[in-house]
């Protein structure tokens, strides 16, 4: 699907990357048994879980073809025009 340029897709992947750097910190910090930033394994953890999960549940927003007329095939045409929708 082609990257629309909304806030709610920019901040995907801001959350991304939160959640890569969060999974970083949990294995530097589960590895080497210090903290990280004065943050433990399971505060990384917790941040992981927490934003994997706000991520998740941000796909439901209605953007790009979700909830309305726009063909997700094709940003030109509405929902209907093209041969995939019939």
């Known amino acids: 699907m082609e990257n629309c340029k909304c806030f709610h897709h920019g901040l995907n992947k801001v959350i991304v990357v939160l959640v890569w ?49 726009v063909c997700s095939h094709s940003g030109d045409c509405k929902c209907g025009d093209c041969e995939m929708c019939k």
């Open 21 to 69: 750097l969060s999974a970083l910190g949990f294995w530097w910090a589960t590895t080497f048994k210090m903290t990280f930033l004065w943050m433990d394994s399971q505060l990384f953890f917790m941040d992981v879980v927490i934003l994997s999960l706000l991520l998740l549940t941000s796909k439901f927003c209605g953007c790009c073809g979700k909830g309305s007329n």
